[in-house]
């Protein structure tokens, strides 16, 4: 029954910019709900509230940076198993070791393209 559902997807990003071109892009790209959180506390207790499908993470937040956002998530049972792809400036993270390195599903370069953003994501985790 859960793959007939819409997917959510829970994108923690700090750039209001960032957070209205992708969530209006999701929106209407793919039949997915989006929930934005701008800091990495709030995405925590957003993806506890939420329980979302995926997570699309900025690595560069203020006070709570990406690093730790994956750190917490992954030592929360309840949250452990939510697949997480990185949105990021910084090219390095994409790289496939450091994907695995991180225990990522995968990586998302900015700036990104818009309109492929739902796509990048299906392919990513073989939606």
């Not at 892009?25 to 995926?54: H, K, M, Y």
């Not at 090219?91 to 739902?118: R, Y």
Request: hydrophobic share 45%; proline share 6%; net charge negative.
């Amino acid at each position: 029954m859960k793959s007939e559902s819409p997917k959510n997807i829970l994108l923690i990003d700090n750039d209001d910019y960032i957070c209205q071109v992708v969530q209006s892009c999701i929106e209407v790209f793919s039949n997915w709900q989006i929930t934005t959180a701008r800091s990495g506390e709030e995405g925590l207790a957003a993806s506890s509230a939420v329980r979302p499908d995926a997570i699309l993470l900025d690595m560069q937040m203020p006070i709570m940076d990406g690093f730790t956002v994956i750190k917490k998530l992954r030592a929360d049972p309840q949250l452990a198993d939510i697949p997480v792809v990185l949105l990021t400036a910084r090219v390095d993270l994409t790289e496939p070791h450091k994907i695995a390195q991180l225990g990522v599903q995968g990586a998302i370069a900015k700036p990104f393209h818009p309109t492929k953003i739902s796509s990048e994501i299906s392919r990513i985790l073989g939606w």
